[in-house]
C-alpha cells in the first residue's frame, strides 16, 4: 500500500482533485452569475451519474495501477502533457461561456428567449472551433486521465465523450437551426464543430 501513499500518487491525486473542484465551483459561479441562483441545478452543470461514475472508475484504475505497477505512474512527462490539457481544455470552456454570457446554457433550448443571440465573436469566430465549450470539455476530461496515466480510462473517456458530443450536437444545431435560420446555417458552413472526427455542417 505505501504506493499509494508516495509522493507521486500525492501529487497526482492532488491535481485531479484540484481541477475537479475549479473545473465546477467556476460553472457553478458563471451559472450563478449569467443566470441566476434559481436557474441551477445539477442537471444545468451536467452532473449526471454517469458523470460520477466514470470519475469512480478513474479512481479505481489509478489506485490498482499504483499499487501492481507503481512505475508506470512516473511517466512525468506525459502527465504533465495531461495537465497542460486541463488546463488548456479549462481556459477554453470557461472562455466560452464568459463570452456566450446569458445565451449560453448546458441544457438544450427547445425554445429561444428574447435574450438569446447567436454569438459568433470571440471563440466562436474561430474556424475549425463552432462549439468551443465542448471542445474545453473534450480536452479537459482526456487531460485528466492523461495526467493520471490511466490509459485505459484515457480511451474509454475519449470515446464516450466524443460519442456524447456526437450525438448532442445534432439535436442541438436542429434547435439553433429553427431559431436563427439562414443565420446559422451561414455560422455553420465556415465552422467546424471542434471536436475531432466530428464535422457536423
Keep these: 500500500m505505501s504506493d499509494i501513499f508516495s509522493f507521486t500518487a500525492f501529487r497526482q491525486m492532488s491535481q485531479m482533485l484540484y481541477a475537479i473542484f475549479l473545473f465546477h465551483s467556476s460553472k457553478f459561479l458563471l451559472a450563478v452569475y449569467f ?9 444545468s452543470l451536467l452532473l449526471s451519474v454517469d458523470y460520477v461514475m466514470a470519475m469512480i472508475f ?12 507503481p512505475e508506470m505512474k512516473e511517466q512525468w512527462a506525459i502527465s504533465n502533457m495531461g495537465l497542460a490539457l486541463v488546463v488548456v481544455g479549462e481556459i477554453i470552456l470557461k472562455l466560452a461561456i464568459i463570452t456566450a454570457g446569458r445565451s449560453f ?10 435574450d ?32 493520471l496515466y490511466n490509459p485505459l480510462c484515457t480511451l474509454a473517456f475519449a470515446l464516450v465523450v466524443r460519442h ?6 445534432p439535436y442541438e444545431e436542429f434547435f439553433l437551426r429553427q431559431y436563427f435560420g439562414s443565420q446559422y446555417e451561414a455560422y455553420a458552413r465556415r465552422t467546424s464543430s471542434g471536436i475531432p472526427f466530428i464535422m457536423f455542417r
Excluded: A
Design 58 to 69: 478513474s479512481l479505481v484504475e489509478y489506485l490498482v495501477e499504483i499499487h501492481f505497477f
Design 164 to 169: 456524447f458530443f456526437h450525438m448532442r450536437i
Design 116 to 147: 438569446h443571440v447567436l454569438i459568433t465573436h470571440g471563440l466562436y469566430k474561430l474556424k475549425y472551433v463552432r462549439h468551443p465549450s465542448y471542445c474545453g470539455f473534450f480536452l479537459w476530461s482526456i487531460g485528466t486521465q492523461i495526467m
Design 105 to 114: 446554457t448546458h441544457l438544450i433550448k427547445k425554445y429561444i428567449d428574447d
Design 35 to 43: 443566470h441566476g441562483i434559481q436557474k441551477v441545478t445539477p442537471n
